[in-house]
């Protein structure tokens, strides 16, 4: 059976490649169009059009996990296969409506679509999938165990042609095994953070989307201070999204459950200055790879 290592940026999938030698190893790319969130880097941004095979912008995460990616790829010496779906601004527009923790398309389009094309294309057989999770996570892999079937396997649909008529066609497929080796091996972040800490490897101060929304307020009210272009884009989305579901009469919802929008986060006023190390993984939360 075929191995794979899902690779986020982060020191912990990081940690899992440098440590678990896979067959595979992949990285679904967060991507944008917008001009305002451009790479800095001209030639960097080439060498990522290069292994996406599209024309790169700019991506909606940290920027220093882009140089993640490939310090890795050096480090590990092995490829890392960089994957990527339509870029965020066209799937909003697409869908007409914001993602939300009830509606999290923006993983699902993202980071698992990308996966699972790969998987169909290159691979097309029962994988094990190398899961990050730490010794003290095992709830949450218990939770994905629970979705697995008796086989212990996840099964999925996947789009496998086109009918007459244009439409996907889709089949139900033995896809993945999920595996724990940081919980098998009783591995704590602390171990992680020591293991990375004189290694050639950049990493940025947040794993994710710069404008998540499973970050609470205070952390996007930093975040808008710390990395104010692209904190801007999530706030310039939502406004254009709530402002053509008010011209059409339709109910609005924004990134946030508790309805406060992005641009009501950026102008709060805090009493005191925050910084990066006053936030944890509990504050950031996690898109679930």
């Known amino acids: 059976m075929k191995t794979v290592n899902s690779i986020s940026g982060?020191?912990?999938?990081?940690?899992?490649a440098a440590h678990y030698p896979a067959d595979f190893n992949q990285f679904a790319l967060v991507r944008t169009n917008d001009k305002t969130c451009i790479f800095p880097d001209e030639k960097i941004r080439q060498v990522v059009s290069d292994k996406i095979g599209r024309e790169f912008i700019g991506t909606l995460e940290n920027d220093m996990i882009v140089y993640t990616i490939l310090?890795?790829?050096?480090?590990?010496?092995?490829?890392?296969?960089?994957?990527?779906?339509?870029?965020?601004?066209?799937i909003?527009?697409?869908?007409?409506?914001?993602?939300?923790?009830?509606?999290?398309?923006c993983t699902s389009d993202m980071k698992i679509l990308p996966m699972k094309k790969f998987w169909?294309?290159?691979?097309?057989?029962?994988?094990?999938?190398?899961?990050?999770?730490?010794?003290?996570?095992?709830?949450?892999?218990?939770?994905?165990?629970?979705r697995c079937q008796e086989d212990g396997f996840m099964y999925e649909k996947f789009i496998v042609g086109k009918s007459e008529n244009g439409r996907n066609q889709w089949k139900q497929l033995k896809w993945q095994k999920p595996k724990f080796p940081l919980i098998d091996s009783g591995t704590f972040k602390d171990e992680i953070e020591f293991f990375w800490k004189d290694k050639p490897v950049r990493f940025a101060w947040k794993n994710n989307c710069v404008g998540c929304f499973h970050n609470?307020?205070?952390?996007?009210?930093?975040?808008?201070?710390?990395?104010?272009?692209?904190?801007?884009?999530f706030a310039?989305?939502?406004?254009?999204?709530?402002q053509n579901k008010k011209n059409k009469n339709e109910k609005f919802?924004?990134?946030?459950?508790?309805?406060?929008?992005?641009?009501?986060?950026?102008?709060?006023?805090?009493?005191?200055?925050?910084?990066?190390?006053?936030?944890n993984e509990c504050d950031s939360g996690y898109c679930g790879l």
């Open 216 to 233: 609470n307020c205070m952390l996007l009210k930093h975040t808008s201070n710390r990395d104010p272009i692209k904190y801007e884009w």
């Open 120 to 146: 169909y294309e290159f691979i097309n057989e029962p994988i094990e999938t190398r899961i990050g999770f730490r010794a003290n996570e095992q709830g949450r892999a218990k939770s994905m165990i629970e």
């Open 71 to 90: 310090d890795l790829e050096q480090f590990i010496g092995k490829e890392i296969h960089w994957l990527t779906g339509e870029a965020f601004e066209d």
């Open 253 to 279: 919802f924004t990134f946030l459950s508790n309805g406060m929008t992005y641009d009501e986060i950026k102008n709060h006023k805090l009493q005191l200055d925050l910084f990066d190390t006053d936030f």
């Open 10 to 16: 982060g020191m912990t999938s990081a940690y899992i």
């Open 92 to 105: 909003i527009r697409k869908r007409k409506t914001l993602p939300n923790v009830q509606q999290r398309f």
């Open 236 to 242: 310039k989305i939502e406004r254009e999204i709530q």
